[in-house]
């Protein structure tokens, strides 16, 4: 292989509308390819299901991420009004949790907003260094489908990835455009 040979990442086809891509990735996923992605400047509603996607765990991070803030800042004033420097402030017992509900309310606010960011970034692999552009008018006006190249066969029972067979498909599912998309990210 020469120097200057390009490596193929996959193909893609780009559709006019999100009724199409929809209806696009739902025969995608029918086709069992084993990497798949759609690219489209908004939202469509129904698209993950079409994808097979799961739902995210980031309500559970973030619920995580609260409860262990409320339980940290009550064990933190726990511990320094009952044990570590008892003192009797106008006959109020040591143990006085209602003054302790707003530095619990804001270390809840405060996991639960760094943690959720952080798991956002996690799951979604952000910063994305490893991936360049596909096509910058994606952002604006049009929506993909793109098959990628498996970089390692993990399940057996997926469709083999042929070039000429996913362009076609891709073209008979309605695609204006097909391209290939190759390692550098351009056409």
Known sequence: MSSNAQILEGVVGFFDDPETTLEAMKKVTEANYESYDS????????????????????????????????????????????VDWPVNVGGK?????????????????????????????????????????????????RFAIMIDLPKKVRNSSCKPFEESEVTQFLQSLGAKDVRKVYEEGWF
């Open 39 to 82: 690219y489209t400047p908004y939202p469509i509603h129904g698209m993950d299901d079409a994808m097979g996607l799961k739902r995210s765990p980031l309500p559970w991070i973030t619920l995580a991420a609260g409860i262990a803030g409320v339980s940290l800042a009550f064990a933190l004033q726990y511990w320094t009004s009952v």
């Open 93 to 141: 017992p040591f143990n006085s949790w209602p003054a302790f509900v707003p530095v619990m309310f804001e270390l809840t606010i405060l996991f639960s907003g760094i943690f959720t960011l952080l798991g956002l970034l996690g799951l979604c692999r952000l910063p994305n260094t490893g991936r360049k552009v596909i096509d910058p008018s994606i952002t604006r006006d």
